[in-house]
Structures are given as C-alpha cells and as structure tokens.
C-alpha cells in the first residue's frame, strides 16, 4: 500500500527566510511518480512539480527547488526567499504506476509567510 | 479552455437530503476521480472511472456513488447525507498518458451537511 506522510503541520517564517517541507513515501512499486501541489487560501489546487521515480534529478524552478532521494524516500520541497503570497497549504502526493493514476495525499503542510 | 468544471460551487444540505455533484470536463481525459478534503487533511479518493461505463471504489466509498455514462461527465452521488460528509470536494481528470504535468483539478464543492 502505498503511503505519503509530512511530519510538518505548520510552518511559520518571516519574509525572505528559506523553508523545507519534508515527504517522506512508502511504495512497494519500483515505478512511481510523485507530486506536490500548492493550495492557496482561495482553495484550489496548483500543481507545481511531478518526478519520476527513475529519474532522481534534483530541480529548481525559479524560488522553488526539489530533491528527491530513493534511498530515504523523500521527495523534500524548498521554497527560497519567501514571500508573503508563497503562504498556503502544500501537499506532496504519489501515485504508483499501475494504480490507474490514483493519488495518495500526504496531510498537508501549511506554511504562514509573514512580512 | 474550461478544463474541470464543478457545480455547485457551495451548498448547504439537512441531514437526510440527497444531492448530485456535478464534474465536467472538456479535454477528453479518460480518467476522473473524485476526492474529499477534510478539515486540515489532505485529499482523500472517494471514486474514480477510467473510462465511460467503468467506476472503482477508492478510499472512502462509503455513503456515495457515482456514474460514468460519457466521458466529459462524472457526477458524485451522496444519498441520505450525514454531517461527516461535510467536506471541500475536488474532481479531476487526466489523460491516460498524461503524467507530464499533473492532473487538472476543478476548484471544488464547499459542502455542508447540518
């Protein structure tokens, strides 16, 4: 069965600090892909990333970099500099590649940005 | 450019009352899914369909069901509702090839079961 699991509920910065959501995933699956989302107040959802699981390249995209590591099953999210409209609730998700796209949820981080 | 339309967007229900949740979607995705978003939780699958004619329970099936009678539509049935359906419902779709960016979200039912 496969499982997503961040630890952080909260997190609360000032302007301009880094933050790291941690995901940790369990699947028995050798092929997975994995997936985090930004939920802003407004309430929808925004996809931001998708990894492979054969493809363990770290990305950076503008203030946002990922690094994923099999070896811990972690798929960690660093948002740099933040700014105030970077504050909503993240979620990592998985989906194992013969589960017909089904997504796990993990739980959510909420990340408060203040000025 | 639609892409997931849900409808209503908020709705209040009695206990006991039914309704449907409608989700439509223009972009020929095979796939839909229905899920569930509780109070500070993250989303839970309800049902999903792989194609018209084909639905599969998912994690929380109970007090529900659904139909796939096209491939655009995939409306959520909730009979006889209870408060623990009070929810923030998200329907989704995506291709069947299509894991390049994701899965596209409608923006959701607010509902409220009192």
């Given at each position: 069965?496969?499982?997503?699991?961040?630890?952080?509920?909260?997190?609360?910065?000032?302007?301009?600090?880094?933050?790291?959501?941690?995901?940790?995933?369990?699947?028995?699956?050798?092929?997975?892909?994995?997936?985090?989302?930004?939920?802003?107040?407004?309430?929808?959802?925004?996809?931001?990333?998708?990894?492979?699981?054969?493809?363990?390249?770290?990305?950076?995209?503008?203030?946002?970099?990922?690094?994923?590591?099999?070896?811990?099953?972690?798929?960690?999210?660093?948002?740099?500099?933040?700014?105030?409209?970077?504050?909503?609730?993240?979620?990592?998700?998985?989906?194992?590649?013969?589960?017909?796209?089904?997504?796990?949820?993990?739980?959510?981080?909420?990340?408060?940005?203040?000025? | 450019?639609?892409?997931?339309?849900?409808?209503?967007?908020?709705?209040i229900l009695k206990i006991g009352q039914s309704m449907t949740l409608q989700c439509t979607q223009d972009m020929n995705h095979n796939y839909m899914y229905w899920y569930r978003q509780d109070p500070g939780m993250?989303?839970?699958?309800?049902?999903?369909?792989?194609?018209?004619?084909?639905?599969?329970?998912?994690?929380?099936?109970?007090?529900?069901?659904?139909?796939?009678?096209?491939?655009?539509?995939?409306?959520?049935?909730?009979?006889?509702?209870?408060?623990?359906?009070?929810?923030?419902?998200?329907?989704?779709?995506?291709?069947?090839?299509?894991?390049?960016?994701?899965?596209?979200?409608?923006?959701?039912?607010?509902?409220?079961?009192?």
């Amino acid at each position: 069965a496969q499982k997503v699991t961040q630890a952080q509920t909260e997190i609360s910065v000032v302007e301009k600090e880094d933050v790291t959501l941690d995901c940790v995933y369990e699947t028995r699956d050798t092929t997975y892909y994995l997936f985090w989302y930004k939920q802003p107040p407004s309430g929808e959802l925004v996809f931001l990333i998708r990894r492979n699981s054969f493809d363990e390249q770290n990305e950076i995209s503008g203030r946002y970099s990922w690094n994923f590591q099999k070896s811990t099953s972690s798929f960690n999210f660093t948002i740099t500099a933040s700014q105030v409209v970077d504050s909503a609730v993240y979620f990592c998700a998985l989906s194992e590649a013969d589960s017909w796209g089904k997504l796990q949820f993990g739980a959510g981080t909420q990340v408060v940005v203040t000025p | 450019n639609a892409g997931v339309t849900q409808t209503p967007k908020f709705r209040i229900l009695k206990i006991g009352q039914s309704m449907t949740l409608q989700c439509t979607q223009d972009m020929n995705h095979n796939y839909m899914y229905w899920y569930r978003q509780d109070p500070g939780m993250g989303l839970k699958l309800i049902y999903y369909s792989v194609g018209a004619g084909i639905t599969d329970k998912g994690e929380v099936p109970n007090g529900y069901n659904v139909s796939r009678s096209t491939t655009e539509d995939f409306p959520l049935r909730l009979e006889l509702a209870a408060p623990s359906q009070t929810s923030v419902y998200f329907c989704a779709s995506r291709g069947r090839q299509d894991y390049n960016y994701g899965y596209t979200f409608g923006s959701g039912t607010r509902l409220t079961v009192v």
